[in-house]
């Protein structure tokens, strides 16, 4: 630490932000990489392995009820997050 001074730390400065985009890119890349390989796989698993009988009887199905809004939707309302 004796070592760091402002002149250190400028000469550094271009490396860490090299290694926090770096980091960055890796991390899109495993995620890119989980979503192509793993999540896409097994829905496509999913998908192949439907089978529908009977699919006349969908006929009289009809939506009921009014369409709900997107406010208070998702995470931030299963957290109750700001009383949403």
């Known amino acids: 630490l004796e070592n760091l001074d402002a002149n250190n730390f400028w ?3 271009p490396l860490i932000v090299a290694a926090a985009v770096g980091y960055l890119a890796l991390l899109l890349a495993v995620g890119v990489v989980q979503r192509f390989y793993l999540t896409r796989e097994v ?29 208070g939707e ?10 949403l």
């Open 11 to 13: 000469r550094a400065a």
């Open 43 to 71: 829905w496509r698993m999913i998908a192949v392995s439907i089978a529908v009988s009977r699919p006349d009887a969908v006929d009289g199905v009809a939506a009921r009820g009014e369409a709900a809004n997107a406010r």
């Open 74 to 83: 998702g995470l931030a309302h299963g957290l109750d997050v700001a009383g």
